[in-house]
């Protein structure tokens, strides 16, 4: 049975794996029918589960009517997150982006199509880099002041961007983002450049999706099971390969799965993080529940650090150069205790 986290600086108690629910439907050529997604569904929560991520993009709206009925006879007792954004419809031009038009009119779509008064959990899905942050913050702020929305969350958005939004909410009074959504994995782990100490600075919880790298860590293209990526990912390079050598060397020592590593390397970050598991199959849920018994020694984050190193970039390697510690510090920098004020 999981466990239960706080999203972010707020008392709202999550499931510490949220299940992910882009393939409720086959619209899109693929994913799960009505009634193997019931049975998803029926796997995660009793296990303990009650957070549930969805957007109004996800199978042409099916997702969330999916759900909504799945929800529906204790709805009180889920924690629903959302999004808006992606295009509502195509009919015209103010049907998708960032802007209040369309957060309003996707926010009243999601309500009707779930059949619920309220959003837990409210996203913005991708930034346009056209909608003026205190726009977006207003919109948001109305509608918890309705009731249709609890929280607020993130999504895809750059660090300074997600940074000044949080800056304005508090100066204002207003509800702040409590909860970050971003690729992150042992494949993409760019996002710690600037993102994820962000999140850390702001007490966000950080919803990893992709996880699994698509499949990737989970050992499947070392298979040979290539499923429907294209040879040209970079989930098939030579990085990624080695990478998941290494957490199915480890899963092997553990007598585990691989994805149980791979995704409980995730839940030992220091930043608060909740990994967004999805799955297309009953199988595939069963198997991904069983990480949150597993713990990784510090030998085991070591390795898996270690091969999954990336370019930090600057600022961050410049910070790291032992000339410049000498500079800022005066020789005193392995006698300095460090430790972050945030």
């Not at 019931?38 to 991520?53: E, M, P, R, S």
């Not at 109004?56 to 909504?68: A, I, P, Q, W």
């Not at 992709?210 to 499947?220: F, H, V």
Request: hydrophobic share 40%; proline share 3%.
């Amino acid at each position: 049975m999981m466990k239960y986290k706080l999203l972010g600086r707020s008392g709202l108690k999550v499931s510490e794996l949220c299940l992910g629910t882009m393939g409720f439907g086959t619209e899109n050529g693929w994913g799960t029918d009505k009634a193997l997604s019931q049975k998803i569904f029926d796997t995660y929560v009793n296990a303990g589960g009650n957070f549930l991520d969805t957007a109004n993009f996800y199978t042409r709206g099916t997702s969330e009517v999916f759900l909504g009925e799945f929800i529906a006879p204790t709805r009180d007792k889920y924690v629903v997150a959302t999004k808006y954004s992606l295009y509502e419809n195509r009919d015209h031009v103010n049907a998708s982006g960032n802007s209040r038009k369309n957060m309003m009119a996707t926010v009243e779509a999601s309500l009707k199509r779930m059949k619920t008064d309220y959003i837990d959990l409210l996203y913005l899905h991708i930034w346009d880099n056209l909608t003026p942050v205190d726009e977006i913050l207003r919109g948001m702020e109305d509608l918890v002041s309705q009731g249709k929305v609890s929280y607020l969350g993130i999504s895809d958005t750059p660090a300074w961007v997600v940074s000044k939004a949080n800056t304005l909410a508090e100066l204002w009074g207003w509800n702040q983002f409590i909860g970050l959504q971003v690729e992150y994995s042992l494949v993409q782990r760019t996002v710690e450049r600037e993102l994820i100490p962000m999140a850390e600075h702001y007490n966000m919880t950080v919803l990893p999706w992709a996880p699994l790298a698509g499949g990737a860590l989970s050992g499947k293209y070392l298979r040979g099971d290539k499923g429907r990526i294209k040879e040209t990912s970079n989930r098939l390079n030579e990085r990624s390969t080695n990478i998941a050598r290494e957490v199915v060397a480890i899963a092997d020592e553990l007598g585990v799965d691989a994805s149980h590593v791979a995704l409980k390397w995730l839940m030992q970050q220091n930043v608060s993080c909740i990994p967004i598991v999805g799955a297309t199959k009953v199988e595939q849920v069963q198997e991904n529940l069983k990480c949150v018994d597993l713990a990784l020694n510090p030998q085991h984050m070591q390795r898996l650090d270690k091969v999954s190193a990336y370019d930090p970039g600057f600022p961050a390697a410049f910070f790291e150069e032992d000339a410049v510690k000498k500079n800022l510090f005066g020789g005193f920098y392995d006698k300095i205790e460090h430790r972050k004020f945030l």
